[in-house]
């Protein structure tokens, strides 16, 4: 791809700037990097990632070396989208045992069928 | 653990139950200031609370020993490799005025998908890990009670594991983070989309652990060939990560802006980077602002690099800071070397002790240049966020190549940094998150079914780890052979056989530098001063530094090289030091005996300043006990100085020498010695020396009685004397 090359042409592109107050211009500074970021936060809150995942197995009392591998497993099985620490949770309600307990399972390869969003 | 000025850091004790420390607070802590502070002599403007142990400037000896602290937080960044050797390099640096203390990452963190644990060896930085950040931590707890401030501990939530290293962070009471999705984006290839998704969860979690965030753009600085001409970009740079922050729920305090003065001399650097700077503050009124120093331009020189730090903290003083950071200024050559942070340090706190209640006197002209270019830069920095938008957005701008690109914006040269959105680092690893998604946690951003209105998203379970730490599962090392126990076998064996090797960088690795001047054309004065060192018995020579003083009259040199020499400190013979006498007893005895002494700056010499602060009372010197001081000025030629003792009846003759050119200093304390000899009166007068370049040892080889060198005070003499005169049985 061929990058724009442009000379400085900052004295015509400025024109619409020029009448604006220092205050004029600065709200429309921060105006402008409300609309590139809103997007971008949107897709943050609506998104996971494996990093994520991991995070909140950490959270719940997991070490990194199992969350690493409950966040493997679960991934495998697509089923990150419900979240691994919810799954893992749900899995330790339906059986009663403690939440460690379920996830020590997961990581050993047992539980791994019942385990359902 | 408590530490002693007198005692070493003892590693064993930081590494002894690591698995139950727990961090004392969270949260980061700026410096109290004072107004109007009393300080010495001096009243202060912009200083903080007085640490209770502190190695003042060197010059504070002439003013009481003082070592005001500014108002900003000063940083340095450590990045030896081995976080055992890094402890004792904080522990330097606090007692230098250090309170935020920066650990660089081991490259190639950014790319390892989850958390690293034990304590590996790394490069040009430390792998962050569970057990590294505790030691430390818990290392930093026992060195801010020793300095008697708190110390603000700091390292990166960059890469692909952001989350995961937030959640460290929060859980291990880390102070401040470096957290800027764009700077995986453009110089890490990390995946755009991992890199700011994963970046809301990791600024969620800092937020809730009051971790003050620094952001990257200053990185654009260093890469640009001519920085000053991103700063229009730099703007844009440091507000997206300022607004991202803003919107998932980072509060305006913890958000520090890093930037750098762009340029160095001999640019025109304070024209061109003050607008700069005022227009930064006024764009991001509210924020905090971590100013760093420029490394862009720094080459070898060390001397250089620290007068461009010099001219970057003058503007953060005359802009503002609320954190001084402090490069080393031989960063430009090697691995920073640890007595090279402590220079950096000092750099910065001799400028803010210097320039101390500047703002006062000076302000800085509103009218003409300053305004119009801090205008016109915002007006770029406007445009540049006017194209991000017609293209597309964020991500359609950075494939596009808008940012780093060397032109000033809007010129643009077209060799910006183009990253394709759907690949890089982690990419395809994004998912959208189902309707019945859940993280049942505290710190989490987004979309989940456990955000209730009432009562925590961990309550179902009793609570997570940032609720209840005990819940922390701590791994000690995952490696047998890479850790720190092996690496200390080595440090802790010579310790107990009291071996010492000289060292700049990690324990007892033998690097030295010297510096040599070579009397040459350039070539062939580095190929004589490599062949010189390694004369000297330097292994593995390597110059780090060369400054041309003429083309053909030669060339300065510095040389680093291994002196693999390792000194039993049972074999030294230490100069015995006696302690002076107590001052009531010095008094007591020289009261009432009437004891007349003469003294003067000797040969061709006008320094009388280290004369009359051994003999004058009121800077504590030797009359306050009663001698009686004849002072005879300066220039004085020794002769006289003899026959003023003659009729003065004197006891004690002191003489001040500190012109040594030619050993002059040397052939005056020989002529005394001798004169006084001709005229029989060496057994009853005691003859003194001091200077700069006198010693003890010197002053009696030339047959005198005592010298003194630098540091020495009006007790020390008057001990002396008394002693002496004593031993003469004066009566």
Redesign the interface.
């Known amino acids: 791809?061929?990058?724009?090359?442009?000379?400085?042409?900052?004295e015509t592109?400025?024109k619409h700037?020029s009448s604006l107050s220092?205050d004029e211009?600065?709200a429309?500074?921060?105006e402008?990097?409300?609309?590139?970021?809103?997007?971008?936060?949107e897709?943050?809150?609506?998104?996971?990632?494996?990093?994520?995942?991991?995070?909140?197995l950490?959270?719940?009392?997991?070490?990194?070396?199992?969350?690493?591998a409950l966040v493997h497993r679960l991934n495998e099985r697509g089923l990150?989208?419900?979240?691994a620490?919810?799954l893992i949770?749900e899995l330790?309600?339906k059986k009663k045992i403690p939440?460690r307990e379920a996830g020590e399972a997961l990581v050993q390869g047992r539980y791994l069928n019942e385990v359902a969003? | 653990m408590k530490l002693t000025a007198d005692k070493k850091l003892d590693l064993s004790e930081v590494l002894e139950d690591l698995e139950s420390y727990r961090p004392r607070r969270k949260g980061w802590t700026w410096r109290k200031g004072i107004e109007n502070q009393e300080i010495g002599a001096f009243v202060y403007k912009d200083t903080s609370e007085n640490l209770s142990h502190c190695v003042p400037l060197t010059s504070a000896h002439a003013f009481g020993d003082i070592d005001p602290q500014c108002d900003m937080v000063i940083t340095t960044e450590i990045a030896s490799g081995n976080f055992e050797d890094d402890l004792r390099r904080m522990r330097m640096a606090a007692w230098h005025g250090a309170d935020h203390i920066m650990v660089i990452r081991t490259t190639g963190q950014s790319h390892i998908?989850?958390?690293i644990?034990g304590t590996p060896e790394g490069i040009g930085g430390i792998p962050i890990t569970?057990k590294q950040v505790r030691a430390t931590r818990k290392a930093l707890d026992a060195i801010e009670d020793e300095v008697g401030r708190p110390i603000n501990f700091h390292s990166y939530v960059s890469g692909?594991?952001?989350?995961?290293v937030?959640?460290?962070f929060a859980?291990e009471g880390m102070n401040g983070a470096h957290q800027d999705p764009q700077y995986n984006v453009l110089y890490r290839g990390v995946n755009m989309?991992?890199s700011?998704?994963?970046?809301?969860?990791a600024k969620t979690?800092m937020a809730d652990a009051a971790i003050l965030q620094l952001d990257g753009a200053h990185n654009a600085n260093a890469t640009a060939k001519e920085a000053w001409k991103v700063t229009p970009e730099l703007?844009?740079q440091h507000?997206?990560n300022?607004?991202?922050s803003r919107?998932?729920g980072m509060p305006a305090e913890l958000i520090a802006l890093s930037t750098v003065p762009p340029t160095a001399p001999p640019a025109p650097k304070l024209r061109l980077d003050l607008p700069y700077a005022v227009a930064l503050r006024?764009?991001f009124e509210g924020y905090k602002f971590r100013a760093q120093q420029n490394t862009r331009y720094i080459e070898a020189d060390t001397h250089e690099a620290s007068v461009t730090h010099v001219l970057d903290t003058l503007i953060s003083r005359l802009t503002s800071a609320d954190i001084q950071s402090t490069i080393t200024p031989d960063e430009g050559r090697n691995i920073p070397w640890h007595y090279n942070n402590v220079a950096g340090v000092n750099t910065a706190r001799q400028t803010l002790m210097g320039i101390d209640g500047i703002t006062q006197l000076l302000e800085l002209k509103q009218d003409g240049v300053l305004r119009e270019q801090a205008?016109?830069l915002?007006?770029?920095?406007?445009?540049f966020?006017?194209e991000?938008?017609e293209g597309g957005?964020?991500y359609a701008a950075v494939a596009?190549?808008?940012f780093v690109?060397q032109?000033?914006y809007?010129?643009?040269?077209?060799?910006?940094i183009?990253r394709d959105p759907e690949a890089g680092d982690?990419a395809g690893?994004?998912?959208?998150?189902?309707a019945?998604?859940?993280?049942?946690?505290?710190?989490?951003?987004?979309?989940?079914?456990?955000h209730r209105r009432d009562g925590k998203p961990?309550a179902?379970?009793g609570g997570?780890?940032?609720c209840d730490p005990t819940?922390?599962?701590y791994?000690d090392e995952?490696d047998a052979e890479d850790n720190v126990d092996m690496r200390l076998k080595q440090t802790l064996a010579d310790e107990r056989q009291g071996l010492l090797r000289p060292e700049v960088e990690k324990h007892g690795d033998g690097i030295v530098c010297v510096t040599l001047f070579v009397p040459e054309s350039p070539q062939v004065a580095e190929a004589a001063a490599l062949e010189m060192a390694r004369r000297m018995g330097l292994k593995d020579p390597e110059v780090i530094s060369r400054r041309l003083m003429h083309p053909s009259e030669g060339s300065v040199f510095e040389i680093k090289g291994v002196l693999d020499v390792a000194i039993r400190v049972a074999d030294l013979k230490l100069p015995a030091r006696e302690a002076p006498l107590p001052e009531s007893e010095i008094e007591a005895w020289v009261r009432g005996r009437d004891i007349h002494l003469v003294a003067a700056t000797v040969g061709e010499d006008e320094h009388s300043v280290g004369l009359h602060e051994i003999l004058d009372i009121k800077h504590g010197g030797i009359e306050k006990y009663g001698f009686h001081c004849h002072v005879l000025g300066t220039s004085v030629p020794v002769e006289r100085v003899i026959d003023a003792a003659q009729e003065e009846n004197a006891r004690a003759v002191l003489i001040s020498t500190i012109v040594s050119h030619g050993n002059v200093h040397a052939q005056h304390m020989r002529r005394l010695h001798q004169i006084a000899r001709q005229r029989k009166l060496r057994q009853r007068l005691v003859l003194i020396a001091g200077g700069t370049q006198v010693t003890h040892e010197l002053a009696r080889r030339c047959g005198l009685d005592g010298g003194f060198g630098r540091g020495t005070t009006g007790q020390d003499v008057a001990s002396f004397l008394v002693h002496k005169l004593r031993d003469q049985r004066i009566d």
């Open positions: 791809m061929s990058l724009v090359e442009r000379p400085d042409d900052f592109r400025r700037l220092d211009l600065q429309r500074f921060w402008l990097v409300g609309k590139i970021v809103s997007p971008l936060v897709e943050a809150r609506t998104h996971t990632t494996p990093s994520i995942e991991r995070s909140v950490l959270r719940m009392g997991f070490s990194s070396v199992e969350a690493k990150l989208a419900h979240g620490g919810r949770l330790a309600l939440l969003p | 998908d989850g958390l644990e569970r692909v594991a952001g989350p995961e937030a959640v460290l859980e989309h991992r700011f998704v994963d970046a809301a969860e979690l703007f844009v507000a997206i300022t607004a991202y919107a998932v006024e764009l205008r016109e915002k007006e770029r920095a406007v445009l966020l006017e991000i938008l957005g964020y596009a190549g808008q690109d032109g000033y809007p010129e643009r040269k077209g060799d910006g183009v982690g690893s994004v998912i959208p998150r189902a019945d998604y859940g993280a049942p946690v505290c710190g989490h951003f987004g979309a989940s079914l456990y961990c179902e379970y997570c780890t940032l819940k922390i599962q791994i995952l």
